[in-house]
């Protein structure tokens, strides 16, 4: 099966820092790749994800990019800002029909200190 | 339109003992899943469900049961509780059963003593 491997574990930013979060996968076949966020208390939050005929997508601050050679998938956060603190979750998933399930990653706890 | 939500949000059982996990969604998504947080684990899959009547196992099944009656509830069952359940349970749904955005719910805390 797939398996998502996330890096780094946490990241503790200054306010106005840019934030990168790595993510790699082991099925070349897999083509949808969401990130989610998790403040405390709350379930994930989808924020951007990606297909793979996409090499980038950005939506205002946010940022990710993908490598299919590599195997790799990165967020990228700039101007960070508090409320950014929170838990991030990269995913990754064959396409398939009722076969589609998400494998995530192991999450990245961020803090963005004012 | 309240999304997905989850009932309790807390709970706290004795090994051996059984409990339902409500979740239900008013988006009239066909699919549902649940899933278990545990830290440094991320979120795996439990179960999932493409429809009514329709349910399949996910990673980790053992131990829970599902069924799906109707759209709009999907509850998860614990046949008797086990110390290794402790957990954060999360339900969620999406429209398609391709890949699009899970919504998920608000989740359940669950202690097995």
Redesign the interface.
Known sequence: ?EN?E?HP?TLSVQEGDSAVIKCTYSDSAS??F?W?KQEL??????II?I?SNVGEKKDQRIAVTLNKTAKHFSLHITETQPEDSAVY?CAA?L?G??N???T????TLLTVNP | NAG?TQTPKFQVLKTGQSMTLQCAQDMNHEYMSWYRQDP??????IH?S?GAG?T?Q??VPNGYNVSRSTTEDFPLRLLSAAPSQTSVY?C?SRTD???S??Y????TRLTVT
Do not use: C, T
């Open positions: 099966g998502v996330q574990s083509n949808y969401p989610y208390g709350k379930g994930p939050q989808l994800d297909r979750f998933s396409s029909g009722s589609y399930k998400l995530f990653g192991k999450g | 997905v440094g684990m991320g979120l795996r899959l999932y493409v329709i399949d996910g990673e999360f969620a059963p391709g890949p955005e899970q998920f719910g608000p989740g």
